[in-house]
């Protein structure tokens, strides 16, 4: 067990070396100096987007929207002001099936109400790119994994925060793979949206979120997502927040 748990982290340790060096800025993020490693945010922050065949675009279209609203909201930028850095930085993938990974927005730095827009405009500009393959929640908490690893900003806080309409499908245990993250200092949040599964915030609850005061944030349907992800960015960006392993409805 303890040389296959060791062969695990080396391969994610050269996924990830892999990811920081071949991962592009197809949003016009080019032309943004690179973050130097030395840099400290209060939160590395993955935002794992489902795109898998039960999202149809319209359902697909209300999540991006969501994302990018919460980051014009004044009480966002509020909550990165009032860190010790006074900055986070996110990532944003599109996730479906164990292999099926597609990062959107690479790391960027947020810090001002110009870097906010910033982040709120190139999610707005993101195209799908995927369109099925399954519900790998698993696979996602992996990639999240490697993303954290890629990422030049750093932190003591890293968070994978994981919207989705399933439950798992596809690819290895949700369990197994939430555990090994959590060892590996990672917290992981919740969004389910339980258009599909009513029940799925339980089932997010007990199989996906983890780490120290993680916890879930449930929309009933689509079209109370954004007012889910802004509460949920809020009280991930704090510090100090209360909801550690609770379940909140819409």
Do not use: C
């Not at 245990?173 to 339980?202: F, H, Y």
Request: hydrophobic share 45%.
């Amino acid at each position: 067990m303890a040389r296959s748990l060791l062969s695990r982290s080396a391969m994610r340790i050269a996924l990830a070396l892999l990811l920081a060096l071949s991962v592009t800025t197809p949003l016009g993020a080019q032309n943004r100096a690179p973050a130097r490693p030395e840099t400290a945010v209060d939160l590395n922050l993955v935002l794992a987007v489902d795109a898998s065949g039960s999202v149809d675009n319209t359902r697909f279209a209300l999540q991006k929207q969501g994302y990018a609203a919460a980051f014009l909201n004044p009480r966002v930028l509020a909550a990165i002001r009032a860190g010790d850095q006074q900055a986070i930085a996110i990532s944003m993938v599109q996730w479906t099936g164990p292999d099926l990974h597609v990062v959107v927005v690479p790391w960027t730095l947020v810090k001002d109400q110009q870097s906010a827009t910033g982040v709120a405009a190139a999610i707005e500009r993101a195209p799908r790119v995927l369109f099925g393959g399954g519900t790998s929640l698993s696979g996602a908490i992996d990639y999240g994994v490697i993303m954290l690893a890629a990422t030049p900003y750093r932190s003591t806080r890293r968070i994978i925060d994981i919207s989705g309409d399933g439950s798992n499908n596809r690819g290895r245990s949700v369990e197994q793979a939430r555990d090994e993250a959590v060892k590996m200092g990672i917290r992981i949040n919740g969004l389910p949206i339980l258009t599909l599964e009513p029940d799925l915030d339980q089932y997010y609850r007990q199989s996906v979120i983890g780490g120290p005061a993680a916890f879930v944030i449930a929309a009933r349907n689509y079209d109370q997502f954004a007012d889910a992800i802004l509460r949920k960015l809020i009280a991930e960006i704090s510090r100090d927040n209360h909801q550690g392993g609770t379940v909140a409805r819409n």
